[in-house]
């Protein structure tokens, strides 16, 4: 794209204006200056001498100036100044802010900014904190460090089956019970398989078929050892594991 490119120019507010103009116009030269403002639209000011005394808006310069010169502001004033807008949707908001510049006498009600927002809460926020700090270097004060919580992150910590390592894996263990026998495996896990269920522990395995009062698995169940001896699997434990 070339560099001499013309630039986009913003379209005004203000598209034409008089100012100072002696309220006499009306009399001597009531026509010519009728016509010249007759269906504009924009906002206007009234004045006494040099001093401002009202600011308003008008749909119809010529009606609304010409009601001036009878209502309550009849005699008050001697010059105005009006100042036509391109957009009427502007009026209200261009003219409410002149009033809070200017605050003329005439004007009894202050005007609103509707759309605006009050900043004064930022600024107090702003001016507390720097002064706030401003105090703590004056005195020494140290400020706190933050620090950040360390989020420490829970693990799981997966309980370790009691046979696993002390036999080989899918070695078969026996019990016998009220004359009748029974096996299972120890799988590779260190859990127990008994009637294609899992129990975690031998003693849990013994408990299903032990139903009523308390058994030691650890005993319960035996294992063959290289002479096919049946021997206790708590042969098997070592010292100080459970």
């Given at each position: 794209?070339?560099?001499?490119?013309?630039?986009?120019?913003?379209?005004?507010?203000?598209?034409?204006?008089?100012?100072?103009?002696?309220?006499?116009?009306?009399?001597?030269?009531?026509?010519?200056?009728?016509?010249?403002?007759?269906?504009?639209?924009?906002?206007?000011?009234?004045?006494?001498?040099?001093?401002?005394?009202?600011?308003?808006?008008?749909?119809?310069?010529?009606?609304?100036?010409?009601?001036?010169?009878?209502?309550?502001?009849?005699?008050?004033?001697?010059?105005?100044?009006?100042?036509?807008?391109?957009?009427?949707?502007?009026?209200?908001?261009?003219?409410?802010?002149?009033?809070?510049?200017?605050?003329?006498?005439?004007?009894?009600?202050?005007?609103?900014?509707?759309?605006?927002?009050?900043?004064?809460?930022?600024?107090?926020?702003?001016?507390?904190?720097?002064?706030?700090?401003?105090?703590?270097?004056?005195?020494?004060?140290?400020?706190?460090?933050?620090?950040?919580?360390?989020?420490?992150?829970?693990?799981?910590?997966?309980?370790?089956?009691?046979?696993?390592?002390?036999?080989?894996?899918?070695?078969?263990?026996?019990?016998?019970?009220?004359?009748?026998?029974?096996?299972?495996?120890?799988?590779?896990?260190?859990?127990?398989?008994?009637?294609?269920?899992?129990?975690?522990?031998?003693?849990?395995?013994?408990?299903?078929?032990?139903?009523r009062g308390a058994v030691n698995g650890w005993?319960?169940?035996?294992?063959?050892?290289?002479?096919?001896?049946?021997?206790?699997?708590?042969?098997?434990?070592?010292?100080?594991?459970?």
């Amino acid at each position: 794209m070339s560099k001499n490119r013309i630039q986009k120019v913003a379209r005004p507010i203000v598209v034409g204006h008089l100012e100072k103009i002696s309220s006499k116009v009306f009399d001597q030269y009531r026509k010519q200056i009728t016509d010249m403002i007759r269906g504009n639209y924009g906002v206007y000011g009234l004045y006494r001498r040099d001093k401002l005394y009202y600011i308003g808006l008008a749909t119809d310069f010529r009606r609304r100036i010409n009601q001036h010169l009878r209502d309550r502001h009849k005699g008050k004033w001697n010059y105005f100044s009006l100042y036509l807008i391109r957009k009427i949707d502007h009026l209200p908001e261009i003219e409410a802010l002149l009033v809070r510049i200017a605050k003329p006498g005439g004007n009894k009600q202050r005007a609103k900014l509707k759309r605006s927002k009050n900043l004064s809460p930022r600024l107090k926020r702003l001016l507390t904190e720097d002064t706030k700090r401003i105090i703590e270097e004056i005195l020494g004060i140290e400020k706190p460090v933050k620090r950040k919580r360390k989020i420490v992150k829970e693990k799981t910590v997966r309980k370790e089956r009691p046979l696993k390592g002390l036999v080989r894996g899918y070695q078969s263990i026996y019990a016998s019970y009220k004359g009748k026998q029974y096996k299972a495996k120890v799988l590779p896990s260190g859990s127990v398989k008994f009637n294609d269920k899992i129990y975690n522990t031998p003693t849990g395995a013994a408990t299903a078929i032990i139903d009523r009062g308390a058994v030691n698995g650890w005993n319960f169940w035996k294992y063959k050892d290289t002479s096919g001896n049946l021997l206790p699997i708590s042969r098997l434990r070592k010292s100080g594991r459970d």
